[in-house]
Structures are given as C-alpha cells and as structure tokens.
T-cell receptor, first 115, second 114 residues
Framework: SAVISQKPSRDICQRGTSLTIQCQVD?????MFWYRQQPGQSLTLIAT?????????ESGFVIDKFPISRPNLTFSTLTVSNMSPEDSSIYLC????????????FGPGTRLLVL | GENVEQHPSTLSVQEGDSAVIKCTYS??????FPWYKQELGKGPQLIID?????GEKKDQRIAVTLNKTAKHFSLHITETQPEDSAVYFC?????????????FGKGTHLIIQP
C-alpha cells in the first residue's frame, strides 16, 4: 500500500511562533486535504490543497492563519501561524485518488502542543 | 453543508459479541460513506466504505449497511476481539461538484471487555 508521511510527528511550540507541517506521498495523487483534530474530538476539514493554485478553505479557516502550499502531486505543507494554545491539536493530511482508488487515506498526523 | 450524527459516543461490549455503530447524514446528495478506525496516537485507518448505489458491504467480520431513504448507515462488527478497541468515525462525502473533503461524525469509543 502507499505510504503517507508527515513531518514533524509532534512538536511543542511557544505562542506567537509558526510551525510548518509537511505531508509526503510516495505516489502522485490528485487531491490532498488538511484536517484538524482537537483533543478528544472528531476531524474537521481545514482546506483542500490544490496543485498549481490557491488552497480552498472551509468556513472558519483563513489563509493568513493556515497558509498551504502544494508544489507538486506528491507533497503539501500546512503552516500554523502565530500560534496560540487553542491551536494545540493533531493536524492530519489525507489524499484520495491514491493509485486510482476513490477514497481518502490519512497520514499519521502531527501532534502540536502550544504553550 | 453536510452534517453527520453518530451514536453512541461510547460502546462497551463483551469479547465475542457484536457491536453496532449508527450514523445519519443530512444531505441526500452525499454518495460515499467510509468508516475509519483510530487507535491511540495514530491517524485514522480506513476499514470499510460504501457507495450510494449499494445497500450492504461485508469484509470478514465487518459490514456496513446503507439506507438512502432514511439517510443512515451503520457499522457492524461481529465476533469482537480486544484489538477492535479503538475510536471509530463515520464520514460522508458530498458530491456536489468540485473536490470536497469528508464530513465526520463525532466518533464512537468502542471498548471490548475481555
């Protein structure tokens, strides 16, 4: 099966700083998504990372706070900017159209704690 | 937008018994319904999915049923084992044009009692 990796796997950050999370897939995919999972909660879609154009953000999420890059069909980054303790969450990337399969597979997540 | 309700939030069953988790969705245009299992410290793992043109799908001890008229779908796990203990999420995908992410239920913490 395909491998989806995220870096870092976890981090502890100071408020006011920014963190960039990387998502790498070992094969080309059409769609990549970024989700947030707050402690003990469900997953909420942040945005769709579009290759060659700006990301599409869901209600409640803005580009200034969560800038996203998608330079090619196997890689994306999510930056959490000007962090506050409320940003402490698990951030997950997912991909679909993985080797022709129409479903979504998730990476292992990045566990972020903001102090 | 789509809204997905999931019940129960916690389910405790004896090892060997069956477990059933139920979800309802709001948007009749949704056409894809996956189920994910998330173990502590890991990302969600797809365990089974169903599309709107199918009423039931089985994979060994796991089955999913879909009632489009009532807009609900269920996960059935038979002969439960300790390794089935995890949080299970249902989700729905709205195929309204463009590329959309999944809308998730709030999750069910399944506890298998030995």
């Amino acid at each position: 099966s395909a491998v989806i990796s995220q870096k870092p796997s976890r981090d502890i950050c100071q408020r006011g700083t920014s963190l960039t999370i990387q998502c790498q897939v070992d094969s080309q995919v059409t769609m990549m998504f970024w989700y947030r999972q707050q402690p003990g909660q469900s997953l909420t879609l942040i945005a769709t990372a579009n290759q060659g154009s700006e990301a599409t953000y869901e209600s409640g999420f803005v580009i200034d706070k969560f800038p996203i890059s998608r330079p090619n069909l196997t890689f994306s980054t999510l930056t959490v900017s000007n962090m506050s303790p409320e940003d402490s969450s698990i951030y997950l990337c997912s991909v679909d159209n993985l080797r022709g399969q129409e479903t979504q597979y998730f990476g292992p997540g990045t566990r972020l704690l903001v102090l | 937008g789509e809204n997905v309700e999931q019940h129960p939030s916690t389910l405790s069953v004896q090892e060997g018994d069956s477990a059933v988790i139920k979800c309802t969705y709001s948007d009749s245009a949704s056409n894809y319904f996956p189920w994910y299992k998330q173990e502590l410290g890991k990302g969600p793992q797809l365990i089974i999915d169903i599309r709107s043109n199918v009423g039931e799908k089985k994979d060994q001890r796991i089955a999913v049923t879909l009632n489009k008229t009532a807009k609900h779908f269920s996960l059935h796990i038979t002969e439960t084992q300790p390794e089935d203990s995890a949080v299970y999420f249902c989700a729905a995908l709205f195929a309204g044009g463009g590329a959309d992410g999944l809308t998730f239920g709030k999750g069910t913490h399944l506890i298998i009692q030995p």
